[in-house]
């Protein structure tokens, strides 16, 4: 009899793609984009990463035993992206989820997902139905207590410390301190280009108060040169100088 080696852990092999799409639909790509880009900007300065659409392995030695949450934040790690996540080589579970949920995922992500995610240890998982298909709430968060999850009542994030708002077929996120929104890929670009308009405008008033007050001196000068030329001129006709 041939005796069965266990295989070396540096043999295993864990994909990190499957060849399936990133997204059932447009909306549903877009919501997942602008969410990661969103995220990633607001925790740019802080120890924490947000990945996308990768898969998260959870049980070293199995490759079969993951899945690719659609947008994932995951503190007290290296910042950056990765190719997949292993959550025994990071050393953290992910503090929120996000799944952009459809009418063909609904069964797996209320269901499957949600248990794994709660067996995980993951704080905060939020189900965003871009297209309205099955939830009556077009956003639904659970936070975990104990060992199981409740319902989110006021769409506040305890691990981000963001308040959210479904808007449209998007996730809006909202500063708990200034209640300041969180601005979109393209409300930033936007921002940024009245931001160097006002810059612009800012730097050629600057220049023309430059330029007048410029022109003042040169006729303040011009102004005292004609008075010392009427002075010398009086003194060489012998009138004395009345100041």
């Given at each position: 009899?041939?005796?069965?080696?266990?295989?070396a852990?540096?043999?295993i092999?864990?994909?990190?793609?499957?060849?399936?799409?990133?997204?059932e639909?447009?909306?549903?790509?877009?919501?997942?984009?602008?969410?990661?880009?969103?995220?990633?900007?607001?925790?740019?300065?802080?120890?924490?990463?947000?990945?996308?659409?990768?898969?998260?392995?959870?049980?070293?030695?199995?490759?079969?035993?993951?899945?690719?949450?659609?947008?994932?934040?995951?503190?007290?790690?290296?910042p950056?992206?990765?190719?997949?996540?292993?959550i025994?080589?990071?050393?953290?579970?992910p503090?929120?989820?996000?799944?952009?949920?459809?009418?063909?995922?609904?069964?797996?992500?209320?269901?499957?997902?949600?248990?794994?995610y709660?067996?995980?240890?993951?704080?905060?998982?939020?189900?965003?139905?871009?297209?309205?298909?099955?939830q009556?709430?077009?956003?639904?968060?659970?936070?975990?207590?104990?060992?199981?999850?409740?319902?989110?009542s006021?769409?506040?994030?305890?691990?981000?410390?963001?308040?959210?708002?479904?808007?449209g077929?998007?996730?809006?996120?909202?500063?708990?301190?200034t209640?300041?929104?969180?601005l979109?890929?393209?409300?930033?670009?936007?921002?940024?280009?009245?931001?160097?308009?006002?810059r612009?405008?800012?730097?050629?008033?600057?220049?023309?108060?430059?330029?007048?007050?410029?022109?003042e001196?040169?006729?303040?000068?011009?102004?005292?040169?004609?008075?010392?030329?009427?002075?010398?001129?009086?003194?060489?006709?012998?009138?004395?100088?009345?100041?």
């Open positions: 009899m041939t005796a069965i080696l266990p295989v852990q540096s043999e092999f864990y994909p990190s793609a499957d060849g399936e799409p990133v997204a639909t447009y909306d549903h790509l877009y919501v997942l984009l602008t969410t990661l880009e969103v995220l990633k900007q607001y925790l740019a300065d802080t120890q924490a990463t947000v990945l996308a659409n990768q898969f998260m392995y959870y049980a070293q030695g199995y490759p079969k035993l993951r899945v690719a949450p659609d947008v994932m934040v995951i503190f007290d790690v290296t950056g992206g990765r190719d997949n996540y292993k025994w080589e990071e050393g953290q579970v503090s929120v989820i996000f799944e952009m949920t459809s009418s063909g995922t609904k069964d797996q992500d209320q269901i499957f997902k949600k248990t794994l709660e067996q995980l240890g993951v704080k905060e998982y939020w189900l965003f139905d871009p297209k309205r298909e099955w009556e709430e077009q956003l639904r968060g659970y936070r975990l207590r104990g060992e199981i999850y409740e319902p989110i006021d769409n506040r994030s305890e691990p981000l410390k963001l308040r959210l708002q479904a808007e077929r998007l996730i809006n996120f909202y500063r708990e301190d209640a300041e929104k969180l979109i890929p393209g409300e930033l670009a936007q921002a940024l280009r009245q931001e160097v308009v006002a612009q405008q800012a730097e050629a008033q600057a220049e023309q108060e430059r330029q007048r007050a410029e022109a001196r040169q006729r303040a000068e011009e102004a005292q040169a004609q008075v010392e030329q009427l002075k010398a001129r009086l003194r060489s006709l012998g009138i004395p100088d009345t100041e």
